[in-house]
């Protein structure tokens, strides 16, 4: 895919809502090198899935042979985006400003090539306009955009017309983004941004800018808000987001959520958020709907994305973990080794498993039940499993796999991991 191909690919995607005239946005990508944009705001310390869309969006630019320039919004994130809220967020400090920005510049490098003359770019909003006076701002990029206009845009009509309001920090936030494609467009050459559709309005102050202060054409182009058939907000659970950073979720946690994407909504998502190319997933689908109930889409969906994301090291174990869990695999310590950090576990000195009742003591060591007289009654009637073999008294030996683990199965849905020795 080269030059202008990618309009067509992010068609076929279904991720094209609005952009500027198309011919002469076709025209601007058909030679290769242009530098396009993408902001991202740092109000965690890590990306999100609502955020990773746009950064595949800018890699597949770069695979077409353009330059990726990803903006971390250093300055922007201390104002908040009105697009798309109900009220205000809070405002973060420059400490947790730094940890954002630190743990979403790790991400990015994983998934776009910041290596040679051509690489992408990532760059901070804070550098540029840290210096900027407010004379100076008012007299550069306030004069260019009339709050008949900003008014105009739904992020700011939507928000005056709630109980909650606007400030004026937040109202600003448009001609801030604008000063940042005018920026950008005259130190980098960029002369496209895009962005999820609630930055339309954001995007078109830009071109704006760039044109009234020096005549200049520059484009924008937005892709629909990811959702789900039923209308919910994709990337969310009811833990919260699901995040890139696998501390906050785990690659197994990422890996079983694609795994429950519905058929309704997993050809979208295999194509709008892995790499796969377009023939590849509808061959996926072609098979996928010869066998519904095998989920064929559901797993090459989790397969792909977690492997971009975490790698095939870390895939490989949200895997065999899966396989322990819901019995589809041998016990064995690679296996039970993959559970760590994703079943709960306690570590157990051998000497308070005794010979008498070895699985009453481990079940009371690990906290699994609250008593000696509970686990009796557990094992008695028939709720506990050790090492996916059922027990039928307290004196039944536990054998532990590869000499360090056991892992235990109180009810259906209730383990916990024993790892003895540390």
């Not at 492997?307 to 819901?326: C, M, N, T």
């Not at 609250?370 to 090492?387: E, F, L, P, Q």
């Amino acid at each position: 895919m080269t030059g202008a191909a990618v309009v067509d690919d992010l068609g076929f995607r279904g991720l094209l809502q609005d952009h500027t005239e198309e011919a002469a946005l076709r025209d601007l990508l058909e030679p290769s090198g242009v530098s396009v944009y993408h902001g991202i705001d740092p109000t965690a310390p890590s990306l999100h899935l609502g955020n990773l869309i746009g950064v595949l969006v800018l890699r597949r630019f770069q695979d077409a042979g353009h330059r990726p320039i990803a903006l971390v919004g250093g300055a922007t994130g201390m104002i908040g985006d009105p697009s798309g809220r109900s009220g205000e967020r809070n405002l973060l400090d420059e400490a947790e400003l730094a940890t954002n920005l630190a743990g979403i510049r790790s991400q990015l490098q994983r998934l776009l090539d910041f290596g040679g003359a051509g690489g992408a770019e990532l760059v901070n909003n804070y550098d540029w306009t840290r210096d900027v006076t407010l004379l100076e701002f008012l007299r550069d990029a306030g004069k260019h955009l009339t709050v008949n206009q900003m008014v105009a845009k739904e992020s700011i009509r939507s928000r005056m017309a709630s109980d909650a309001g606007i400030s004026f920090t937040e109202f600003s936030y448009m001609l801030l983004q604008a000063f940042d494609f005018w920026w950008l467009h005259e130190n980098r050459g960029c002369s496209l941004q895009i962005g999820g559709s609630d930055q339309w309005g954001n995007i078109t102050a830009g071109i704006d800018l760039i044109r009234k202060r020096g005549g200049a054409r520059a484009h924008g182009l937005t892709w629909p808000l990811m959702t789900r058939s039923d209308g919910s907000k994709f990337g969310k659970t009811a833990q919260g987001a699901v995040w890139l950073d696998p501390a906050l979720t785990s690659p197994y946690e990422f890996h079983q959520y694609f795994l429950r994407v519905s058929d309704a909504d997993v050809e979208r998502t295999l194509l709008q958020l892995t790499l796969l190319g377009v023939g590849d997933v509808s061959e996926i689908m072609r098979a996928h709907l010869e066998s519904p109930e095998h989920r064929l889409a559901q797993h090459e969906l989790a397969d792909s994305i977690t492997a971009l994301i975490h790698g095939p090291v870390e895939l490989r174990r949200a895997k065999r973990a899966a396989a322990v869990l819901f019995g589809g695999g041998d016990l064995d310590s690679e296996g039970l080794e993959s559970l760590r950090g994703i079943v709960p576990e306690s570590l157990v000195a051998a000497g308070s498993v005794g010979a008498d009742e070895p699985v009453v003591d481990l079940l009371v060591a690990t906290g699994v039940c609250t008593s000696r007289s509970d686990a009796r009654r557990s094992v008695k009637g028939g709720g506990i499993k050790v090492n996916g073999r059922a027990v039928t008294a307290g004196s039944d030996s536990v054998a532990l796999i590869g000499g360090r683990f056991a892992l235990l199965q109180r009810g259906r849905k209730q383990r916990h991991l024993a790892v003895f020795g540390g």
